[in-house]
Nanobody, 126 residues
Framework: QVQLVEFGGGLVQAGGSLRLSCSAS????????MGWFRQAPGKEREFVAA????????SYADSVKGRFTISRDNAKNTVYLQMNSLKPEDTAVYYC???????????????????WGQGTQVTVSS
């Protein structure tokens, strides 16, 4: 019922920046948390960042702290991931996900999310 679509992936050089966006459409819930996950070839999907509906709580993987910033615009049903100082190890398919239940603290486990986007490729060259 809910569709998530990511935008902004592409190819960048190490040290560069990208801004990903994820827009929700269809049957959406009034309060929901959003998260970003990524999966590199041969690796398990891992948590990147998450944000609650209010934006008061955010969570980041240690590998991206200080470089990535998650934000949201509820009026547009959109969540963003600003990625700065990109490294080759950031190369992966990035997925956005939605948790339709109200939460105070941003969740970091993928099993807590019910809706997923199709993914967008981010490639960082050295």
């Amino acid at each position: 019922q809910v569709q998530l679509v990511e935008f902004g992936g592409g190819l960048v050089q190490a040290g560069g920046s990208l801004r990903l966006s994820c827009s929700a459409s269809g049957r959406t819930f009034g309060t929901y948390a959003m998260g970003w996950f990524r999966q590199a070839p041969g690796k398990e999907r891992e948590f990147v960042a998450a944000i609650t509906w209010s934006g008061r709580s955010t969570s980041y993987a240690d590998s991206v702290k200080g470089r990535f910033t998650i934000s949201r615009d509820n009026a547009k049903n959109t969540v963003y991931l600003q990625m700065n100082s990109l490294k080759p190890e950031d190369t992966a398919v990035y997925y956005c996900a939605a948790d339709p239940t109200f939460q105070i603290v941003a969740r970091t486990q993928e099993k807590e999310y019910d809706y997923w986007g199709q993914g967008t490729q981010v490639t960082v060259s050295s």
